[in-house]
């Protein structure tokens, strides 16, 4: 099977760039007598060897777990987020799906809020300090309750865990073509309000995450889906759809707070 | 020979010994605890549960990681599940068996009153996943699911379909981001420690390399954590991470901190096979997959036909076989080796190294929806790398390194030989003596971080006399130098080989020589191939670019060049243990293919001191086990 089948040859245009405050620019390599069971990036590691043979400073992409768990990895290959495979991440693809003498175009995510730090790297800690500002259920080491102590259906289990499956790679705000995260933020607010653990923050939580994401500079929600059809993971639309709902009451809930009030 | 190595393993009976302790242990009054500071190395399920808890306690915390977010830690890619003795299927489980499967399953190389502690710990493990918005997968009641592992004949693994490393992970990483929310914990990414310093005799600090910028930092605290993942990339291809490394074990043993039982490695049953020369890592097929599929290797031997010309009567399904009472559950190192043998007598599926993984008969029983719902995401994985799909045909799959059970050594309260210095997670060596159990590390790694270190750091910050320091130090000083000079000698080489082609040769004498198979004459012959190797990587290495700012070929220098040294200990440790005992399989030392053990002359931990330099061999020492509860006797799965 692994042996004998046909190697391909391919030509690369790879953004370059030295550092978030040089200009870049496309440089072209061959990627020669490549493998159809290699992957994207062992093709791109073969490259790199032969830079370095030649002193040349290899192509720095991100990249860790290759195997499409991690989220380090995801670049666009020809326009498209992680490549032209579905629900694959770049380190997943394989260079079966590419055919002899093709030519690849290779650039980084390109959002404002995530620069670029060199070459196929971008800064992608505005995700991060999007969780920190409540994609979180607080519950301290040792307050919890036995696990089974509160059911929970099934289908809202399930339901959470594909939200929760999110990879933060990356991929939907490089589609968006107003560099929106909204995918990725609603989808940590869909996972925590199905789940009954959290519901006392909920609607600080969409307040605070939503308000975190446009601070970071991430452009609006225009609902055109091109996120979710370049998300790896294939984390659905409907996480939007619910993100506003929650905002909408999280709103509505705050304004009552603030003047209803003298209750008690 | 050897100094005494006090594992503090507390008095009174297994079950008593960590609530007494947990008593003794002295206290921090909550005051005082914001003047105590800890660094914590590594971010993954180990290190950001003990970041996270530490932060909740009131403690200053640094965490540290290589990766550009937390939640980029290998512990993301764990599939199968994690063990808790919760017994929620009542089917006999209890504490006491899963201290009893795990003592057992290690093959008696682990302490039992640490086992016990973990056993104990595990149940709260669950509790508090859940509570922090763990996803687990659930029943139609709304209660948690469980499904088996291998070792084990209760159900008690807990999952999140195939993605459960990833769930708990971004259970710890939320729970740690919460802490850096309120200010408890400073987050640093991208940043590699490669030092640790040592003032009066105690650990104080790390030095570290900022990976954007270059800059050498310098960090002080009043105890430092190491919890930064495990070793198996010493075998260049294994199912470990790219950055995975043990840079920052390495350099704390440099610095005093022995190095236990390093050649207690495990080779995974169920990897997808190599493909070819540019492979650059190797993909697990979750151990969940043996509840349902079979494994099996043609009974004539050179058959090459495809699974589906094979009718069943030329079919061997050896682990059934050869393990009826355990069958396919059979332990990793078992399942290892019994399909290493099969290749070896040219029983190899398609003629090659891989055997047979099938769901033929669990798909007639169960369907394919269902097969698709509990391992769907990997079956995927596996069709995305092959090419093959496994509904149709079964997948093919063959050992490949894993997890490491060595590493630093920790006493009972996961302090290592250099005080207030602790480790965490798969970097230390404690729980899972010769071999570790699916299902265990993730359990293992939150057991350290969440209720372990809370309670062990804060009785070190009660009973020892911290002097102030500050990075002005001397320690800081010249340890920051000797960093940043070894950094400039890796760049100066200029020489012709790639430090990826050092990496792969010496992944090459390992994987041969220290791998699923040991001997005498292959380890020596290691030894010596491995000091060259070291030799000719520090004359003739080429490493491009610059020091400041990124440069990933630098980073990998400094990584694969403590591989190297690792490698050589690895050997030797594997040499000097004259006897099979779990993943550590001496091909003199057998009994029909399964592992003879010595007790008589190594019911011991190995720890080895750094004597100072690469070219001084370490010292070996001692610590006994005893077994009081798990009595020793030979492990058998039949
Ligand atoms: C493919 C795969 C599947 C697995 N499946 C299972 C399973 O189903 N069940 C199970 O129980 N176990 C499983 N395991 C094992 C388990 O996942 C690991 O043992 C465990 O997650 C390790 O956690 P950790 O926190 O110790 O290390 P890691 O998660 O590896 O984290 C290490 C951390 O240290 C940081 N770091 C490393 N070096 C440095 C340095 N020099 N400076 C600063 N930071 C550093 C890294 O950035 C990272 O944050 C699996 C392992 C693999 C590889
Ligand atoms: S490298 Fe981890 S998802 Fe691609």
New interface residues.
């Given amino acids: 099977?692994?042996s004998a089948k046909a190697t391909i040859n391919l030509k690369l245009k790879v953004w370059r760039q030295?550092?978030n405050k040089s200009q870049g620019g496309f440089k072209e390599y061959d990627a020669k007598n490549v493998?159809p069971?290699?992957?994207f990036?062992?093709?791109l590691?073969?490259v790199n060897?032969e830079l370095?043979?030649k002193?040349?400073?290899?192509i720095?992409f991100?990249?860790?777990?290759?195997?499409?768990?991690?989220?380090?990895c995801g670049f666009m290959i020809n326009g498209n987020a992680h490549g032209p495979q579905k629900?694959?991440t770049v380190c997943?693809?394989?260079m079966?799906v590419f055919k002899d003498g093709e030519t690849l175009v290779l650039e980084p995510w390109r959002a404002s809020a995530f620069p670029i730090?060199?070459d196929l790297?971008v800064?992608?800690?505005a995700?991060?300090r999007i969780?920190?500002?409540?994609?979180?259920?607080?519950?301290?080491?040792?307050?919890?309750?036995?696990?089974?102590n509160i059911?929970?259906?099934?289908p809202d289990?399930?339901e959470?865990?594909m939200s929760?499956?999110c990879?933060?790679c990356g991929a939907c705000v490089a589609s968006c073509k107003n560099a929106s995260a909204a995918l990725f933020t609603s989808a940590k607010i869909q996972?925590?309000a199905l789940?009954p653990?959290?519901q006392v923050e909920r609607a600080q939580r969409a307040l605070d995450m939503t308000a975190q994401m446009d601070a970071e500079g991430f452009g609006a929600c225009s609902t055109t889906g091109a996120c979710s059809a370049a998300c790896p993971k294939d984390i659905s639309l409907i996480n939007i759809a619910t993100m506003n709902r929650e905002l909408l009451k999280a709103t509505i809930t705050k304004k009552e707070e603030h003047t209803g009030g003298g209750d008690g | 020979m050897s100094v005494k190595l006090d594992s503090k393993i507390p008095g009174g009976s297994i079950d008593e010994k960590w609530t007494k302790h947990k008593f003794n242990m002295k206290l921090v009054n909550p005051a005082n605890k914001r003047k105590h500071s800890v660094i914590v190395i590594g971010t993954g399920l180990a290190g950001a549960?003990a970041a996270?808890?530490l932060g909740?306690l009131g403690y200053k915390v640094k965490a540290f990681c290589v990766?550009?977010?937390?939640?980029?830690?290998?512990s993301?890619?764990a599939q199968g599940g994690i063990n808790a003795a919760?017994n929620?299927q009542n089917d006999g489980d209890s504490v006491y068996r899963l201290f009893y499967d795990t003592v057992k399953g290690g093959d008696f190389r682990a302490r039992e009153a640490n086992v016990h502690r973990l056993a104990e710990v595990s149940v709260?493990i669950?509790?508090?996943?859940?509570?922090?918005?763990v996803?687990?997968?659930?029943?139609?009641?709304?209660?948690?699911s469980n499904r088996s592992f291998g070792g084990s004949q209760v159900s008690r693994t807990f999952y999140?379909?195939g993605?459960t490393g990833?769930?708990l992970l971004?259970g710890a990483?939320?729970?740690m981001?919460?802490q850096?929310?309120l200010g408890t914990v400073e987050?640093y990414?991208r940043r590699e420690m490669l030092d640790l310093v040592v003032v009066d005799g105690k650990a104080r600090g790390v030095i570290i390399r900022n990976l954007?910028t270059g800059e050498i930092e310098s960090h002080e605290a009043d105890a430092v954590i190491v919890a930064s993942g495990g070793y198996s990339n010493v075998f260049y291809l294994s199912t470990n991470?790219?950055?995975c490394a043990v840079t920052a074990a390495w350099k704390a043993h440099k610095k005093g901190a022995y190095f236990a039982n390093p050649c207690y490695t495990q080779i995974h049953p169920t990897c997808i096979?190599v493909?070819?020369e540019?492979?650059?890592?190797l993909?697990?097929m979750s151990e969940s997959l043996r509840n349902d599929g079979r494994v099996w290797a043609p009974a004539k031997q050179g058959d090459k036909r495809t699974a589906n010309e094979i009718p069943d009567a030329e079919r061997d399904y050896y682990l059934e076989r050869v393990y009826p009472s355990f069958g396919n559950l059979a332990p990793r190192d078992v399942a290892s080796r019994q399909a290493k043998y099969r290749v070896d007598e040219g029983h190899g599926a398609?003629g090659?190294k891989a055997v047979f993984l099938d769901f033929r008969d669990s798909i007639k029983r169960l369907g394919e929806d269902k097969v698709a719902e509990r391992y769907g995401n990997l079956f995927?994985?596996y069709e995305?790398?092959?090419?093959e799909n496994p509904y149709k045909q079964p997948m093919r799959i063959f050992p490949a390194p894993h997890y490491t059970m060595g590493g630093l050594w920790v006493d009972y309260n996961l302090e290592s030989t250099i005080p207030g210095l602790f480790v965490a997670g798969e970097a230390n060596f404690s729980d899972h003596g010769a071999n570790r159990l699916g299902a265990s590390a993730l359990m293992q790694g939150l057991a350290d971080g969440?209720?372990v270190l809370?309670y062990t750091i804060s009785n070190y910050f009660a009973n020892t006399k911290l002097e102030k320091i500050t990075t002005t130090n001397d320690a800081f000083k010249h340890a920051a130098n000797e960093t940043q000079n070894d950094l400039n000698k890796f760049l100066s080489v200029k020489g012709s080989r790639?430090v990826?082609?050092f990496h792969k040769e010496l992944g090459h004498i390992m994987w041969e020589k220290c791998g699923m198979a040991r001997d005498k004459a292959g380890l020596t012959e290691a030894i010596s191939k491995i000091q060259n190797l070291r030799k000719e990587f520090h004359s003739n290495v080429?490493v491009?670019?610059e020091g400041k700012?990124?440069n990933?070929?630098l980073e990998k220098a400094g990584r694969v060049a403590d591989f190297i040294e690792l490698g050589e200990l690895m050997c030797r440790d594997a040499l000097v243990r004259e006897e099979s005992c779990g993943g550590h399989f001496r091909s003199e030392h057998q009994v029909d293919g399964e592992a003879k053990r010595d007790d008589e002359k190594f019911c011991h931990v190995a720890a080895w001191e750094w004597n100072g330099s690469a070219d001084k061999t370490q010292t070996r020492h001692q610590e006994e086990l005893t077994f009081e509860n798990v009595h020793l006797a030979t492990r058998s799965y039949k």
């Fill in positions: 099977m692994a030295k550092d493998s069971d290699a992957s990036l062992e093709m590691d073969a060897e370095i043979k002193g040349e400073e290899p720095l991100d990249h860790d777990c290759r195997e499409g768990i991690c989220g380090s629900s694959t997943q693809l394989h079966r730090l060199k790297v800064d992608r800690s995700f991060d969780i920190k500002s409540g994609g979180y259920i607080s519950v301290n080491t040792g307050n919890a309750q036995d696990a089974n059911p929970i259906p099934k289990a399930d959470a865990f929760a499956t990879i933060g996972h925590m789940l653990q959290g | 549960s996270a808890s909740e990766h550009e977010s937390p939640r980029r830690a290998h993301v890619a919760k929620y709260n669950i509790d508090q996943a859940v509570a922090s918005g996803p687990l997968a659930r029943e139609y009641g709304g209660l948690l999140a379909r993605q990833q769930q971004l990483y939320s729970s981001m919460r850096v929310d987050l990414t954007l991470a790219m950055a096979p493909h070819g540019n492979q650059s890592k993909t697990l398609l090659e995927q994985m995305k790398i092959t090419g969440y209720f809370p790639t990826e082609s080429n491009p670019g700012g990124i990933n070929e």
